[in-house]
């Protein structure tokens, strides 16, 4: 019997063995997992910023308005068109916002509203002359005394020429009457006269004064012969009233030329030659014309004309 006991204790003792080693084999198993997952502070660590691009950094990458503004910005028309003396084939202008007065204070002596008393003769022209504009269909034409000429002031200026019989006519000023003609006088074309007096009559007495006239289309600029960049002369044509100045740009001003008695604007030095011109009548209005490349004896138009008065 005791024999017995002795076999049965050992038994007992040989399970309680064998269970507390599985058990501790099975705890070892799940501590070796549980060291293999990462714990909530080590993915913590793991800060978004240096695992991959935050949305923001993406879009600023990736997007593809951001993408398509910055190929924009490189081809912008503003970065690559070329200059305006690069487009001598249709000028560009635009007036600026500047209207014209009543009055004119920019005038020589041919003044709005002002009548000159004198004669008129006639002799047979194309419309070329001192002015030194191209022949013209228009046959209405006059050659100014040199005091009213006033150096080329009055090139281009329309006049309405009155006789006494109360005949009229409007013409357009293009030559220098020199010495022989008085103050006051004008030397008609002969198609001009025709329409005041009969051609025998030679000469009569007429009343003149500014005239601002409707439909004349707009205005034309040409580079005289022989113009470059470092030396240039320019004219305007076809201006419905007479012109008091015109600039160049120079810099991020304006620059004035001085005129020739040829009625030309001259640089003599070509600075601002090819590029934007600003043209002033004697009312002050001002339209500043872009796109006027230098080509010599060539006639550029415009889209532009001063206002009537």
Partial sequence: MHRRWLFLS????????????????????????????????????????????????????????TSASRTAGKKSPSATAPSPTAHPAKPSAAPVAQPASGTAPLAGRIRPGVTHQGVATFYQTDGT????YDASGDVLTGAMNTADYEGSKACG???????????????RITNECPGDCAVGQI????????????????????TWELASPGDVGTLSVRYKTGSTRYWCGIQVIGHRNP?????????????????????????????GCGGPIRITDIYGERLTVDGI??????????????ARH
């Fill in 129 to 132: 002359g001192a002015c030194l």
């Fill in 293 to 306: 490349a230098i080509r010599s004896n060539v006639v550029q138009p415009t889209r532009v004309q001063f």
């Fill in 157 to 171: 200026a329309y006049v309405v020429v009155r006789a006494a019989s109360g005949a009229s006519v409007t013409v």
């Fill in 243 to 271: 012109l008091a100045r015109l600039e160049v740009r120079a810099g991020s001003g304006w620059r004035q030329l001085a005129r020739a008695d040829y009625n030309y604007f001259l640089a003599e030095d070509g600075g």
């Fill in 10 to 65: 050992a038994a007992v003792v040989l399970v309680v063995a064998s269970l507390t080693v599985v058990f501790l084999s099975g705890h070892k198993a799940d501590a070796g997992r549980v060291s293999a997952a990462p714990t909530p502070a080590t993915g913590a660590e793991v800060t978004p910023s240096s695992a991959s691009p935050t949305p923001s950094a993406r879009a600023t990458e990736a997007s593809p308005s």
């Fill in 187 to 206: 030397d008609l074309s002969a198609q001009a006269f025709a329409k005041l007096a009969a051609p025998s009559a030679g000469r009569v007495p007429i």
